[in-house]
């Protein structure tokens, strides 16, 4: 079954505290930071992650789709918040059972209308702890498979590392 996490982009910056005092000076930075590392995340679980931010009160803009390392980023058009984009989505994927859908936002009505349209729901909060979990997941892999490749010899053949050892002693 595949699995599909929308963020709702503003509500988990402005909950996490270091993208919270990034954005306050420099958005496009905390945008581009939250990007990065819903990139990592997605890499690493496997889940389509559909992140949303609000356009809605920019004048005259249309709906904006970028994909982006394999994160699909949405940013609303014109009068649509970030929450009814995502309302609309949930309902779309959970219409045909196909798919589990998971949505991250500390918004509770909008936690609310999610699980009444066959979604969970995961608070900006939790969603932050899961991320820290992945990145210690990510860092004991990579300590892992260094620590299993440090030599040559451990990642060749024993037969070919006692012809290469026999070559060496001969010079």
Do not use: C
């Not at 929308?6 to 496009?28: F, R, S, T």
């Not at 904006?64 to 980023?73: N, R, V, W």
């Not at 498979?145 to 440090?150: A, C």
């Not at 990642?155 to 060496?168: F, H, N």
Request: glycine share 4%; net charge positive; proline share 1%.
């Amino acid at each position: 079954m595949k699995k599909y996490l929308l963020v709702d982009g503003y509500n988990v910056i402005n909950a996490w505290p270091e993208l919270k005092k990034l954005g306050v000076d420099h958005l496009q930075e905390a945008r581009d930071r939250l990007i990065e590392l819903l990139v990592e995340y997605k890499s690493f679980t496997g889940e389509y992650v559909i992140l949303v931010f609000d356009a809605h009160l920019v004048k005259g803009t249309q709906i904006k789709e970028q994909t982006l390392h394999g994160l699909e980023i949405i940013f609303t058009k014109e009068h649509q918040t970030a929450d009814s984009y995502i309302e609309k989505k949930v309902e779309e994927l959970t219409k045909n059972r196909k798919y589990m859908v998971r949505v991250a936002t500390s918004d509770w009505a909008e936690q609310q209308v999610v699980l009444g349209s066959g979604a969970t729901r995961i608070s900006a909060r939790e969603l932050h702890i899961e991320m820290e979990l992945v990145k210690k997941q990510i860092r004991q892999k990579t300590n892992e498979i260094q620590k299993n490749y440090d030599r040559l010899g451990d990642r060749i053949d024993a037969s070919v590392v006692e012809i290469l050892e026999k070559w060496r002693r001969r010079q």
